[in-house]
């Protein structure tokens, strides 16, 4: 009797640990809209099913809408290469790897992860990248703000591993999470002090190729989008002169208006209300604002 072979699974998918950048993003005020969602309605109450749809609308909906944002404007960033430019004809071929790593998004509950290898034995730019993570990340926060929307974030980098895809694990996510949750406190994204070094060493480097050249450059631009807030604390500078010269593109000057009039409205709604948690974060964003709009007058 011939033994047949045992069917075999499909080859297992190697997962190695290494260096990430996440960023860990939260829509805030969530809970709030999802106490309304107290039980199904009645379809035959046409009052019961308005509310129960707006309520849906204040929470899946917005929540949704941050996620395609988020999306859109990694992939919309991930385009833009500022160092192909730079390119001989005879270089053109290596274009793709000016890039970095592709990056992964991670989705679930009312909060958004991003993450990036670092790795270089394919794409030679792990830099461009990042800058993609920070630019997406200010855009989002940004248009959500416009939109009634705030967000809050963390960024780092540090040790990970991708389990399966689009399911991250590791210090670097705990990192970003323990910033948005823990450090950024008022609507913004809090970077923390890994990623700034890695940022300030290649910054400082001495290239001694094109691709080296390149990720220098691109670790720069990235710098440009940082500033150290009043408490201590590097965050990206989403209204700062960084991003208005290398988001123009993605930032229409009437956004910041649309922005400050958003924060005003609830710092005189929660001045009304007597929260004084809400108050004192809605002030640190308005001063921070104010202090920027001279630059997209």
Not at 35 to 59: C, H, V, W, Y
Not at 216 to 226: G, M, R, T, V
């Amino acid at each position: 009797m011939v033994k047949r072979k045992p069917k075999t699974n499909k080859a297992k998918r190697d997962i190695t640990a290494g260096y990430y950048v996440v960023a860990f993003v939260d829509l805030l005020g969530q809970q709030g809209h999802l106490r309304n969602l107290k039980g199904l309605p009645d379809k035959s109450e046409p009052a019961e099913m308005q509310e129960f749809i707006k309520a849906l609308k204040n929470t899946y909906g917005v929540v949704t809408g941050m996620r395609k944002s988020f999306s859109e404007f990694f992939t919309g960033f991930a385009k833009e290469n500022p160092w192909a430019a730079k390119l001989r004809p005879d270089q053109r071929k290596l274009y793709n790897q000016l890039t970095s790593e592709p990056i992964q998004f991670q989705k679930f509950s009312d909060s958004a992860v991003v993450y990036l290898p670092l790795r270089t034995n394919r794409f030679k730019v792990p830099c461009s990248g990042i800058f993609g993570v920070l630019g997406a990340t200010a855009s989002t926060l940004i248009f959500s703000l416009a939109g009634g929307h705030p967000v809050r974030g963390g960024i780092d980098l540090g040790v990970g591993l991708e389990i399966s895809r689009g399911e991250f694990y590791g210090s670097a996510l705990a990192r970003a999470h323990t910033l948005e949750s823990k450090v950024a406190s008022y609507p913004r994204v809090v970077v923390g002090q890994e990623l700034v070094s890695y940022l300030t060493h290649t910054a400082q480097q001495n290239p001694i190729d094109i691709y080296g050249q390149a990720n220098k450059d691109a670790a720069k631009i990235c710098l440009d989008l940082l500033a150290i807030d009043e408490d201590g604390c590097v965050f990206i500078d989403f209204l700062g002169a960084g991003c208005k010269e290398h988001m123009t593109t993605a930032l229409p000057p009437e956004i910041v208006q649309v922005c400050y009039g958003f924060v005003c409205n609830e710092l005189t709604t929660h001045e009304h209300r007597k929260d004084d948690k809400l108050i004192r974060r809605y002030k640190m964003l308005k001063s921070y604002i104010e202090s920027r709009l001279s630059l997209w007058q």
